[in-house]
């Protein structure tokens, strides 16, 4: 059993240490948010916040997290279900398109805006590597500009 934060709740998951942590919010936390995309920690579809930094859950063991804060793009709300201001702006400027690797870029882009709150293009391109198979890159990048002017007005 890992104890661990999870979307701000203490909980204790019933699985091996070694199992990936992809797997054991999937199957053991029920959080359904983070995806499996390649498996080598190159896409992105699987990122989590670990204690705030966006963290490749496919390749992160579940003891490797025990004691730590985690959070999935299930818990980028607020408690009251107020979307965050990634979450908004990603609806603002329809950014996904099949969606299916976008929690991976919500986590990315909240951990981004968190260590620089208002990055240029280069700084969206360096820190955001995640992989989108239907190329809305230019809608992302957008999408994050617009995160960071929200942030900005409180």
């Known amino acids: 059993m890992v104890s661990l934060t999870l979307n701000g709740r203490l909980v204790d998951v019933e699985a091996p240490e070694d199992k990936p942590l992809l797997w054991a919010l999937r199957e053991d936390a029920g959080l359904l948010g983070p995806k499996y995309g390649c498996g080598i920690a190159e896409c992105g579809a699987c990122r989590v916040?670990?204690?705030?930094?966006?963290?490749?859950?496919?390749?992160?063991?579940?003891?490797?997290?025990?004691?730590?804060?985690?959070?999935?793009?299930?818990?980028?709300?607020?408690?009251?279900?107020?979307?965050?201001?990634?979450?908004?702006?990603w609806i603002d400027e329809q950014a996904p398109q099949c969606g299916y690797c976008q929690p991976g870029f919500l986590v990315a882009a909240t951990a981004l805006l968190e260590r620089v709150p208002d990055p240029t293009d280069a700084e969206i391109d360096a820190a955001i590597t995640n992989i989108c198979r239907c190329g809305t890159y230019p809608r992302i990048r957008r999408a994050i500009h617009r995160a960071a002017a929200l942030r900005a007005e409180g």
């Not at 963290?55 to 804060?69: E, H, N, Y």
């Open 49 to 89: 916040l670990v204690d705030g930094q966006s963290t490749p859950s496919c390749v992160t063991s579940l003891g490797a997290v025990a004691g730590r804060t985690v959070v999935t793009v299930e818990g980028l709300a607020a408690p009251d279900g107020t979307l965050s201001a990634v979450q908004q702006a």
